[in-house]
């Protein structure tokens, strides 16, 4: 196959806008493609290509991954690295990738959770996946109420003293946890570039604990996970469970979920988008975005038709509320 060029105008005025992460030197691009499903081994590789590279031509940048994306684990990472060898090698210095270690990835008790002893061999082993010699940015992907915060952090701390990574975030710690983070951090010189949560507007729980309020003043960045309620918030459902759905399939969006109420909220969203001139998927990613702590949302496709959709978010009309 020909070897792919990337569009020259990639960084062209108009197209992909760029939003400064907390108070620091990366700029990321407000909507950023996410791994954690379509990428997996169980997913056409070709598919996979054409999303990354129509991501990466209209000026996509941070590419966000896990150990654990698939199915099965591991094999998120590993498109990654084909990727790297076979497009991206010659753009490595344009791209901004992450990813993340904290949950279920090998048996016994050193392949879970937060210990030293888990991060930094997993982050060993998603470098060696993705045939790169650093990330970007390196996550704790989840709070862990058992290991120390300390041990967890200086894990963190110490990834990029060893030139592993050259970023640190966290995803979904409590806030008080967070407030532990960001000086423990900032005083080794290692301070927190972002905190990753779920925000969206079936769910907004950052905002509400104010985890938002807290990246804001201490100059961290946020972004966004699942902002589209893993396809609640498309008009997906809005007639029915569809068979190919995820829903149908049950493994993150059960039958259940898709209540009698919930239906007529989504409806009502939807009606508000329509008004607006959006779709509803348009509108919810938009008003993530409207949010001056949020630097990026991260968005999963399943084609290039669906990521050209999403990429209107940017666009979008200011809300009155």
Not at 10 to 24: F, I, L, P
Not at 175 to 180: I, K, M, N, S
Not at 203 to 232: K, M, T
Not at 263 to 271: K, Q, T
Request: charged share 25%; proline share 4%; net charge negative.
């Amino acid at each position: 196959m020909q070897n792919y060029s990337a569009d020259a105008n990639r960084y062209a005025d108009g197209g992909m806008q760029y939003q400064r992460c907390g108070k620091s030197g990366v700029l990321l691009p407000k909507v950023s493609l996410g791994f954690w499903h379509n990428f997996g081994a169980v997913d056409n590789y070709e598919n996979c290509r054409a999303i990354a590279r129509y991501a990466f031509d209209h000026g996509i940048t941070h590419f966000d991954l896990a150990n654990n994306y698939g199915p099965p684990y591991g094999s998120a990472e590993e498109t990654l690295g084909k990727l790297m060898d076979e497009d991206f090698r010659p753009y490595r210095d344009e791209l901004f990738i992450a990813t993340k270690a904290g949950y279920d990835m090998w048996d016994g008790p050193y392949g879970n959770w937060g210990s030293r002893k888990y991060l930094m061999a997993s982050l060993d082993q998603s470098l060696k996946r993705m045939h790169l010699d650093y990330v970007d940015l390196f996550y704790s992907h989840r709070y862990d109420p058992e290991t120390p915060l300390e041990e967890t952090l200086q894990a963190l701390v110490d990834v990029v003293k060893a030139g592993k990574a050259l970023y640190v975030g966290i995803s979904r710690w409590p806030l008080e946890a967070l407030r532990v983070a960001i000086p423990y951090l900032r005083e080794r010189d290692v301070p927190l570039l972002i905190y990753q949560g779920r925000l969206n507007l079936l769910d907004r729980a950052p905002i509400e604990e104010g985890i938002i309020d807290e990246c804001e003043r201490e100059g961290v960045g946020f972004i966004s996970f699942s902002p589209l309620a893993q396809g609640l918030l498309t008009d997906r459902y809005l007639h029915g469970i569809p068979a190919d759905s995820r829903m149908q399939r049950g493994k993150f969006l059960r039958q259940e979920m898709l209540t009698d109420e919930l239906l007529a909220h989504l409806h009502e969203l939807n009606a508000k988008a329509a008004a607006r001139g959006e779709t509803l998927a348009e509108m919810a990613l938009a008003w993530i975005l409207q949010h001056r702590a949020v630097t990026s949302v991260l968005i999963g496709a399943s084609s290039t038709a669906q990521l050209e959709k999403n990429l209107k978010c940017m666009n979008a009309p200011a809300f009155d509320e």
